[in-house]
């Protein structure tokens, strides 16, 4: 970490001279370099926390060869560079901590080949992954990964964060669909990082490695995505159980049994509470004594099979101590379930002061960890609000300042924290399952990894970014 | 390439001297130091064409500790180092064309831990891929990738060259399954690659560049896959075309009708009616009219599914120009048709001195890929028998001698594999699907890649093998 601190202060940092500027100009015109104040201050948050980190200018390149032109400048006078998407991304990674410029990816909107006989898409990574599904689902195409932030987050953030959602549990993460990438190194060539084929077995997995790199490896400018044929229909499954942890160990009877629903959430009391009042939604009835939810959905071609899987499923949630298991079928009642759901994060956040958490774990794992989080709740004096990706083994731990003093928020929680990913470690878990290391864990890089790993890591930046211009800061 | 034969120059060419020797001994016990001839010759080949090189000594290791005492000592010494699995490797990757020490991986025979709860195996790389899947089923479990050598293949180098199979189509390939895998680096350092969740945004993917690298990167100590519930049916269509570019059409037909087969299979008129011949079995019958089959399996766990997804895919094959279709349900059929299938590369080794080449395109680019390899087969004089995963683009491309002269052999061919990678590329293939690129592909690379997409491969080689110890003259 010193290393790379040092490193850092031996940048320029955000120290962007008006011969800068006027290059920047050349290269992607007046109109896309940004010095105005608001423009700085909004790419100097995410969704992440409280956080601020200015850059000196915002750039809006709108093709491979404008962003290679910029990475050469910029990689020649030693300027910080960090990509951006929308974002909403949740570990502070888009954040131009070392000042420099802010790649600004919303130009590179375009979704530029649907490839129906091969169910493949090629598109910019501006593009919101949203209104990508429906463009693709219009054509009978389907891409899976759905992160809660869907209607805004872009394509391009969910490949730098290897992102996953509900549907992970079925159908996988960004990284099981990403065929190749369009990269541009820091050197400014412009690679391809594999082939559009389903198997590829020549050379090094440059796009796997790639995926995830949360922006420190290159500027991606176009993706290629496979696709599969659309899912016709789903069921809705909402179970009210009495304890939280049995609520978790129901999660992996599920699976014993044979089953792999499409998604399989779990949400705390206070997720779903807080939720409903975020929506101003009085859709589902919480009566006292529940303790937490899971959410189980089902798709497939056949509702015959779905009725009879939903139905095995609510056999298998009746051994333990739940309320009524609430069948939703119809489409408003799917979708308001749904928005309860992906709701929970921004509740948290409107609620209250708060560092999420992206634990994983095994699948099995899941009571423990929660008991386990609860107990260093005790200990370290804070509250947390657990909901997730249950069938993933990813929980997500809100941990809300609520009334903890300023002091027990700085010094005394991140002992907690290091507590905690100690313990998901040893249960066979990491520090982030979908979110990435990004600013905000990166502190925290060595419970997950040996100096050893990290050495490797950090030499495999070198090789792909030798002045460390891409993102610094990140990751370690 | 140049830079790479002049560093193999500069290595000891398997000049092992009695010190050496000692020092082994005293690792892994007198008895695992082999030196006699039969050993060396057995690992002089695989099952690649007619290749012979001979390392100076065979180490069989048995634990990382083992392995870590050996390459820490190789490194310093520059002794070179290629693992061996069970020799079954079609691109060359186990030879020690540097000399050398050949680690033999056959005493990792151990499965160490079948983890039920979370659908995991952890299990060492000498485990002979059947006998995995095999002791999984027993408990419910499946793991799919299913490699034509399954039956005598190792595990461990399924995870080096990222194999395949005709499971691939519908349940992905060896990368898709790999979780986290122990390794000693060239350095002796033994490290895990990732961690034994579903789920990982923590740090750059360092197991997905490790699977398919082919023993350049390290020495794979233990491998942890994720695992799916057991599928408990499946039934198998043979379906004979008159015409083998249709049968390459109809495939994506297939696809586009929303059906994903467990398996689908190309086999040309030769492949089968050699592999009849090679396994001495008439239970096909092969009209004179027939160029081609397709080997299409569904499987499942609901039969009246099955039957009317098998019924629904023979309406669509038989909008082609095909005799009648097969529908195997017993399972000796099934067995029979797999096995006519498992034994074309076999069959057509016994026939003919060959070259097989592992191209991949997109799905529906096969019938285009076929015609080229036909017509590029004109151009240069060569008889080529193809067969292969045609659902996933991968085509075997197996070139037979038969009566082609030594010179065309040696120089004029050549020039037609070339010619025949630059369509694939041109295609938006590549040159490799699941056989790696070992030593034969390795002349080839650089039409599937630029000279800096092989810096950044050579240059993340230097990471993990500052000395190039390991595997030397391999993929680059």
């Not at 109109?31 to 601020?52: F, G, K, P, W």
């Not at 993460?173 to 990082?193: Q, R």
Request: net charge negative; charged share 20%.
């Amino acid at each position: 970490m010193n290393d790379c601190f040092y490193h850092l202060c031996s940048m320029i940092y955000g120290n962007i001279t008006e011969v800068h500027l006027a290059y920047f100009r050349q290269v992607v015109s007046m109109a896309y370099v940004l010095t105005d104040e608001e423009n700085l201050i909004r790419c100097a948050s995410d969704h992440t926390e409280d956080l601020h980190h200015r850059p000196a200018v915002v750039l809006q390149p709108a093709s491979a060869d404008e962003v290679s032109s910029i990475l050469r400048y910029c990689n020649e006078h030693r300027i910080p560079v960090t990509a951006r998407g929308a974002g909403t991304g949740l570990s502070g990674g888009a954040l131009p901590v070392a000042g420099g410029v802010v790649l600004d990816m919303k130009r590179f909107n375009r979704i530029l080949h649907i490839d129906k006989r091969n169910f493949q898409v090629t598109t910019e990574p501006g593009v919101i992954t949203q209104e990508l599904q429906e463009t693709l689902k219009a054509e009978g195409l389907f891409y899976p990964p759905d992160p809660a932030s869907k209607g805004s987050c872009f394509i391009g953030g969910n490949v730098a964060e290897n992102s996953g959602g509900p549907r992970a549990v079925k159908y996988g993460v960004v990284k099981d669909y990403v065929l190749n990438l369009e990269m541009v190194l820091a050197s400014g060539e412009v690679i391809w990082t594999g082939a559009n084929v389903l198997k590829n077995a020549t050379g090094y997995n440059l796009t796997q490695l790639v995926v995830g790199s949360e922006g420190t490896l290159g500027i991606v400018t176009k993706i290629v995505l496979r696709l599969i044929p659309a899912v016709k229909h789903d069921l809705l499954l909402l179970v009210p159980f009495r304890s939280a942890v049995q609520a978790c160990e129901a999660v992996n009877a599920v699976f014993l049994a044979g089953y792999t629903p499409s998604a399989l959430e779990f949400m705390e009391r206070d997720a779903l509470e807080w939720s409903m009042k975020y929506v101003q939604s009085a859709g589902v009835s919480l009566p006292d004594d529940i303790q937490a939810h899971l959410l189980i959905e089902v798709d497939g071609n056949n509702m015959d099979e779905l009725y009879r899987d939903a139905e095995a499923i609510a056999g298998i949630v009746q051994q333990y101590d739940i309320d009524e298991v609430l069948f939703a079928d119809s489409h408003e009642q799917k979708q308001m379930l749904w928005t309860l759901r992906r709701k929970v994060g921004e509740a948290v956040k409107s609620n209250s002061i708060y560092k999420e958490e992206d634990t994983v774990v095994p699948r099995a794992e899941l009571p423990e960890l929660l008991t386990i989080i609860k107990a260093l709740g005790n200990e370290y004096g804070f509250h947390s609000v657990c909901y997730g990706h249950a069938g993933d083994g990813n929980l997500h731990v809100n941990i809300v300042k609520a009334g903890m003093s300023d002091d027990d928020w700085h010094n005394k929680l991140p002992q907690g924290i290091r507590r905690l990913f100690t313990e998901v470690v040893r249960l066979g878990g990491t520090i982030s399952g979908e979110h990435g290391i990004g600013l905000v864990q990166r502190p925290y890089m060595d419970i997950a990894f040996s100096e050893v790993q990290l050495q490797l890591m950090r030499q495999i930046k070198q090789v792909f970014d030798l002045n460390g211009i891409l993102n610094p800061g990140k990751i370690f």
